[in-house]
């Protein structure tokens, strides 16, 4: 009973101030409006980031070794072979190592970026797993036997012959001052088809691939190798089979505890990704959520007036039987409601900006039912903490100073 009375009046006080009752909320609904936008928003970007980098690389796993200490290889292709014979849930491995060099056919010549590795090469390379468009890629026949084989990409056809149907043609590729002539045997998609007309490309780069092995016999100081790239078959898979392979290449390399082998896997530096954007995102909207503590504060300032513009009428309830605790859930009440109207009004514009800012970015807001709930108690606990003291004050009113009072 005391509680639909208290609500009546609380309402009937706020709507007969309307625009004071606005003017009080509009810090909350700014400050609620602000959270909500920037949590949904930055949500929304930091689920896009992390899932277009995870459909990337979450089943990939980083092989380095430290050789500084070591005067034999200490990663060669039998590890890699042995590695992907004995660890089931291992599909792909491959060194991606790059070098710099030139590559030319006739008159034609372009710097070129060199990928060389297993024939795996093609599944976990960064710069040469598009998909093929002419022939194939280099397989294990031409590895063991080092063949002068390499796979080009479009813009390498293009640069060098004008066209891209020129598997079994000849190029030559420099590196360190050492000259391979080697077959083309396949064409993968070029990368700067879709700028041509935009800028001048003839200055980038071009890549291409080819066995390590070829490679290493042409140029000794290449052979060598510190890192690998390993392809799982599942996500889940990560973590057992990084600790696989290490146990494995120290048992084989005799360097048990050397701590010369480290496998990471992207769901690691995905996890730091998350910590760093979640933490950019909460700072963010602690800065806007400072809106809320001003808006708190316009509600004491607004229930102090109330306080002091119904003195009499304070009396005359006191007066009349009302109790010090009815007074106090009166005007608290009334606090409440006005803190909880804003929240809701700021959430429901903080969820239409977010939805306008996401929709200009392409990306989906995060929405949780979660920060609705935690916006709306955040609202009450605003209205809670700061009419407590106008409440109070309005409580302990002397009913007959209340009555005199004009």
């Not at 004071?20 to 909320?25: G, K, N, P, W």
């Not at 071009?206 to 390993?230: C, D, E, H, Y």
């Not at 989906?364 to 709306?376: A, G």
Request: charge should be negative; proline fraction near 2%.
């Amino acid at each position: 009973m005391f509680f639909k009375e208290n609500l009546k009046m609380a309402l009937d006080s706020i709507f007969a101030n309307k625009m004071r009752s606005f003017l009080t909320m509009l810090g909350i609904i700014i400050g609620i409006s602000s959270v909500i936008a920037i949590l949904s928003v930055g949500n929304g970007a930091a689920s896009e980031i992390t899932g277009t980098f995870s459909d990337l690389g979450a089943t990939t796993i980083s092989l380095s070794a430290d050789d500084s200490e070591q005067t034999a290889d200490v990663l060669t292709n039998e590890d890699l072979n042995v590695l992907k014979e004995s660890i089931d849930e291992v599909r792909y491995i491959s060194p991606d190592e790059q070098t710099q060099g030139t590559v030319s056919s006739g008159d034609n010549s372009r710097q070129a970026v060199i990928s060389y590795g297993t024939p795996d090469l093609q599944y976990v390379s960064q710069a040469m797993s598009s998909s093929l468009i002419e022939g194939r890629y280099f397989n294990q026949i031409d590895f063991d036997e080092s063949a002068n084989v390499v796979v080009i990409d479009e813009d390498t056809a293009e640069a060098l012959f004008e066209r891209t149907d020129v598997v079994g043609e000849s190029v030559k590729v420099t590196v360190a001052q050492t000259s391979l002539n080697l077959r083309v045997v396949g064409i993968v998609e070029g990368r700067f088809g879709d700028m041509q007309g935009a800028f001048d490309t003839s200055e980038l780069p071009v890549f291409l691939a080819l066995p390590n092995s070829t490679m290493g016999s042409a140029i000794p100081q290449l052979s060598g190798m510190n890192s690998a790239t390993v392809e799982v078959e599942e996500t889940d898979q990560i973590e057992p089979v990084s600790d696989k392979i290490v146990r494995l290449l120290e048992l084989r390399n005799n360097a048990v505890g050397d701590n010369i082998y480290t496998a990471t896997n992207f769901l690691q530096a995905l996890d730091q990704v998350n910590n760093v954007l979640g933490l950019f995102i909460n700072f963010i909207a602690a800065v806007a959520g400072i809106a809320l503590l001003v808006g708190g504060i316009g509600v004491m300032n607004i229930m102090l007036v109330s306080v002091t513009e119904r003195t009499r009428e304070i009396g005359t309830r006191k007066a009349l039987g009302a109790t010090t605790n009815t007074i106090l859930a009166q005007f608290l009440m009334e606090s409440v409601i006005l803190s909880l109207i804003g929240g809701v009004i700021g959430l429901t514009l903080g969820i239409l900006l977010a939805n306008v800012i996401a929709g200009a970015l392409d990306i989906v807001p995060d929405i949780t039912l979660s920060s609705v709930i935690l916006v709306l108690l955040f609202s009450t606990a605003v209205g809670v903490f700061f009419g407590i003291y106008p409440a109070r004050k309005a409580a302990k009113l002397d009913p007959i100073e209340a009555l005199r009072y004009e």
